[in-house]
């Protein structure tokens, strides 16, 4: 047989075997490596997500938090004594709640806890629940209570109408709450942060952080810090 009509040789079939194995992998692992990151980037994005709601949620109830129409609590005849606590934060072995008082702007559904009709010159009532209508020149103030409670890896809201915890986002690894607190009564401007303040009532912000972790351990522990100021405080 002439040597030009010979075939591979078993040395040129292993090292071609060997050099396409080598890419074949290569290509794999790089669309393993792909897959991958589009996984981690989707789970980011779901824990982003459930943050935002959770979070937007809960910034928009503290700011409202102790408006309870044109007049001060003082004036107001008939006031629960939850109105003279509209932020409280309790922490309970593993379970963390934090309870707002706060309007019924948005209109959640269902019967407020309070309403208070007021001509908002000097004379304002409280009434549980809803009220009878505005006489001419009154405005009528819808407000709630909501508690935010996170236990067992969850955070849930309930109010006292409806006590039964209602699940908002699962898989919550940490919820810790810090306040902004004024040096005295009469000022606006945050001077520490404090986990437990002594006085409630210079209390001007809130600083909620969240530790949001993916089940499946696609992507890293996610923490998220917002801070909301209670504006009828701040003048």
Known sequence: MSRCARGFSLVELLLAL???LVLILGGSQVVISARATHASQQAAMLLQDDARFVLGKIIQDVRQAGMFGCLAT???DNAPAAFERPVNWSA???SRSLTLVTADSGGEGGKPDWTVLSDCTGTAQAYAGSSPPPAPGQIRFALRQLTYTFEAGQ???????????TVLVDNVQAFDVSFGVAAKPGATRVVRYDASPADESLIR???IQMTLRDPAGRVQDQVYSVVAALRNRLG
Do not use: Q
């Open 18 to 20: 060997a050099i396409g």
């Open 74 to 76: 003082a004036y107001i």
């Open 92 to 94: 309970a072995g593993s």
């Open 155 to 165: 955070l849930k809201v309930s109010t006292p109408a409806a006590p039964a915890r």
């Open 205 to 207: 912000s809130v600083r």
